[in-house]
């Protein structure tokens, strides 16, 4: 009986400028909530012309509404 492995795909090198690429990712901002909304419970947000309102529930989840 003879049997046969499946055949593995070479090892793929890191391509030099994706490697400088992913170095020179900024890692992401994170503003606390709190500071955001400055001791309020509503606030607008503009955005490319357009205003968004940004809320807490009474269950203290964060509502994005266009």
Not at 47 to 60: A, D, E, M
């Amino acid at each position: 009986m003879i049997t046969t492995t499946p055949a593995m795909p070479p090892a793929i090198a890191a391509h030099p400028v994706a490697t400088a690429a992913a170095q020179a990712i900024k890692p992401v901002k994170r503003v606390s909530s709190a500071s955001l909304m400055d001791g309020g419970r509503e606030m607008e947000i503009d955005h490319g012309g357009r205003v968004y309102r940004l809320r807490i529930t009474q269950l203290n989840k964060l509502i994005l509404t266009a």
